[in-house]
T-cell receptor, first 115, second 117 residues
Framework: AQKVTQAQTEISVVEKEDVTLDCVYE???????LFWYKQPPSGELVFLIR??????QNEISGRYSWNFQKSTSSFNFTITASQVVDSAVYFC????????????FGAGTILRVKS | GAVVSQHPSWVICKSGTSVKIECRSL??????MFWYRQFPKQSLMLMAT?????????EQGVEKDKFLINHASLTLSTLTVTSAHPEDSSFYIC?????????????FGPGTRLLVL
């Protein structure tokens, strides 16, 4: 069955610290897509990244980086030099063919960045 | 690009009334739109998938007669909560994608907070 686990319910860091948000997924499909979304207090989900199962290259975008490892079924997200504006709930999500192309979300990780 | 809007952003209504929420893709045509519900401090739960011009597909446990979904055009889907009750109070979020294919990114609207008194 498809499942996304974000074991960290809440993380608090001080500004400028690096922080890694963990995501572990389960799927029987060989073709699948992984996503990260940010949900600030306003509520809107902001798309951050999409990664397909055949591309294990790590990606960096500014202060954000993602580490995709199929061997451990993980797709972790690191924020470098965190800022107060990074405070939000972050969701990891999975989409595969077996589940009819629906997004399966993890429970989310609340990130609090203190100044 | 890939902007999705929702209207209204907030709605307060009396128990027993119906509420319509609109979801629009502003700069792309969305063959598929999705409706989610999110309770406080919880994750998003998919309610239904709607494809333009056809009936919506509801997730198990979601009452299709209570949550009416219409996807009449490639840029507009509506969710109507009929005979709303306090337990229907929640944050409703829509998303849209170009084709609904597995590789497609879903872009989310800003959400609608519904409070039923």
């Amino acid at each position: 069955a498809q499942k996304v686990t974000q074991a960290q319910t809440e993380i608090s860091v001080v500004e400028k610290e690096d922080v890694t948000l963990d995501c572990v997924y389960e799927t029987r499909d060989t073709t699948y897509y992984l996503f990260w979304y940010k949900q600030p207090p306003s509520g809107e989900l902001v798309f951050l990244i999409r990664r397909n199962s055949f591309d294990e290259q790590n990606e960096i975008s500014g202060r954000y980086s993602w580490n995709f490892q199929k061997s451990t079924s993980s797709f972790n997200f690191t924020i470098t030099a965190s800022q107060v504006v990074d405070s939000a709930v972050y969701f990891c999500a999975l989409r595969d063919l077996e589940y009819g192309n629906k997004l399966v979300f993890g429970a989310g990780t609340i990130l609090r960045v203190k100044s | 690009g890939a902007v999705v809007s929702q209207h209204p952003s907030w709605v307060i209504c009396k128990s027993g009334t119906s509420v319509k929420i609109e979801c629009r893709s502003l700069d792309f045509q969305a063959t598929t739109m999705f409706w989610y519900r999110q309770f406080p401090k919880q994750s998003l739960m998919l309610m239904a998938t709607s494809n333009e011009g056809s009936k919506a597909t509801y997730e198990q446990g979601v009452e299709k007669d209570k949550f009416l979904i219409n996807h009449a055009s490639l840029t507009l889907s509506t969710l109507t909560v009929t005979s709303a009750h306090p337990e229907d109070s929640s944050f409703y979020i829509c998303s849209a994608s170009l084709s609904g294919g597995v590789q497609e990114t879903q872009y989310f609207g800003p959400g609608t907070r519904l409070l039923v008194l």
